[in-house]
């Protein structure tokens, strides 16, 4: 140790010196220099991986924008374009599916789409391989088993809505609405109710000639007649003669509330039921995707 430290520190602490002195400046030492490598090596809170959940999200934006007009919101095909989500499209590498986009085909009239830029060639190509059932599964926020219990009790989604043969007849089919989004995107089409004019849409009042009346949907109309569904899902060709007046319905067709009625639990095991069945049954047809939860 140096004498002059000593020298300058002994007239100010008495008695203070020596072994001690040096063993507190060591200590000392020990704690500035160490300070910052238990920094590094100090464990950082989890922070959730959202990078996989944006890319699949603006790569099926992308995939609506640029494919589907020719190959179908679904990859099954269309009338000007192939089936790009079958067995025979899968066995291609990203590389070799990239540079299909980026170069274009030109005998079979696809265009090329190079002006999309490599970050969002390679979320299509994400999606994609989502449409074809071979990405990884996306995590799910919650439980699917207790999302089912919810779909079908508390919740009240069966009423309208079919899952995998099982409720309603009314309202679409969500068997597969959940394949190929985020989490997030289900369970914001989940808690954002319809728009006002489509909350009502196709659900009306009927009061027939004879006095009675149903609340029903109108499912076709021609100058003569109706064909009407009723909640249970029974349709009945009505001839316009035999109805009195038709009214919207006072209660919406349309989910309610969720993101009030239902706790922020209840909606994490209600999104991870939609996910997990999409991800067993493969979307066959996403065309009417768009407003399934209306």
């Given at each position: 140790?140096?004498?002059?430290?000593?020298?300058?520190?002994?007239?100010?602490?008495?008695?203070?010196?020596?072994p001690?002195?040096?063993?507190?400046?060591?200590?000392?030492?020990?704690?500035?220099?160490?300070?910052?490598?238990?920094?590094?090596?100090?464990?950082?809170?989890?922070?959730?991986?959202?990078?996989?959940?944006?890319?699949?999200?603006?790569?099926?934006?992308?995939?609506?924008?640029?494919?589907?007009a020719?190959?179908?919101?679904?990859?099954?095909?269309?009338?000007?374009?192939?089936?790009?989500?079958?067995?025979?499209?899968?066995?291609?590498?990203?590389?070799?599916?990239?540079?299909?986009?980026?170069?274009?085909?030109?005998?079979?009239?696809?265009?090329?789409?190079?002006?999309?830029?490599?970050?969002?060639?390679?979320?299509l190509?994400?999606?994609?391989?989502?449409?074809?059932?071979?990405?990884?599964?996306?995590?799910?926020?919650?439980?699917?088993?207790?999302?089912?219990?919810?779909?079908?009790?508390?919740?009240?989604?069966?009423?309208?809505?079919?899952?995998?043969?099982?409720?309603?007849?009314?309202?679409?089919?969500?068997?597969?609405?959940?394949?190929?989004?985020?989490?997030?995107?289900?369970?914001?089409?989940?808690?954002?109710?319809?728009?006002?004019?489509?909350?009502?849409?196709?659900?009306?009042l009927?009061?027939?000639?004879?006095?009675?009346?149903?609340?029903?949907?109108?499912?076709?109309e021609?100058?003569f007649?109706l064909?009407?569904?009723?909640?249970?899902?029974?349709?009945?060709?009505?001839?316009?003669?035999?109805?009195?007046?038709?009214?919207?319905?006072?209660?919406?067709?349309?989910?309610?509330?969720?993101?009030?009625?239902?706790?922020?639990?209840?909606?994490?095991?209600?999104?991870s039921?939609?996910?997990?069945?999409?991800?067993?049954?493969?979307p066959?047809?996403?065309?009417?995707?768009?407003?399934?939860m209306?």
């Amino acid at each position: 140790m140096n004498w002059q430290v000593r020298r300058i520190i002994r007239p100010v602490i008495p008695g203070f010196g020596g072994p001690s002195l040096a063993a507190a400046l060591l200590s000392m030492a020990l704690i500035v220099y160490a300070a910052p490598v238990l920094a590094q090596t100090s464990p950082s809170p989890a922070v959730p991986d959202t990078s996989n959940a944006a890319r699949l999200a603006e790569g099926r934006q992308t995939f609506s924008a640029t494919c589907a007009a020719c190959h179908g919101l679904d990859g099954h095909g269309g009338e000007r374009g192939p089936d790009i989500a079958s067995r025979q499209v899968q066995k291609h590498s990203d590389e070799e599916l990239s540079r299909t986009v980026r170069n274009g085909i030109s005998e079979t009239g696809m265009p090329n789409f190079a002006f999309l830029g490599d970050a969002k060639i390679a979320g299509l190509i994400s999606y994609l391989r989502v449409l074809q059932g071979t990405s990884a599964q996306l995590p799910m926020p919650g439980n699917p088993h207790k999302g089912e219990i919810l779909f079908g009790g508390a919740a009240q989604c069966a009423q309208c809505h079919m899952a995998r043969g099982a409720g309603g007849f009314i309202a679409s089919d969500l068997s597969t609405f959940a394949a190929g989004i985020s989490p997030a995107d289900v369970r914001r089409a989940i808690v954002t109710l319809a728009p006002e004019g489509r909350q009502n849409r196709g659900k009306v009042l009927v009061t027939f000639a004879n006095g009675s009346s149903q609340e029903v949907v109108v499912r076709n109309e021609d100058n003569f007649s109706l064909q009407l569904q009723s909640l249970d899902g029974t349709f009945h060709l009505v001839q316009k003669s035999e109805i009195s007046a038709i009214r919207p319905s006072e209660q919406p067709l349309v989910h309610a509330d969720y993101g009030k009625t239902l706790t922020p639990g209840q909606l994490d095991d209600l999104v991870s039921y939609l996910m997990h069945i999409a991800e067993n049954e493969p979307p066959k047809d996403l065309s009417k995707r768009k407003h399934q939860m209306d």
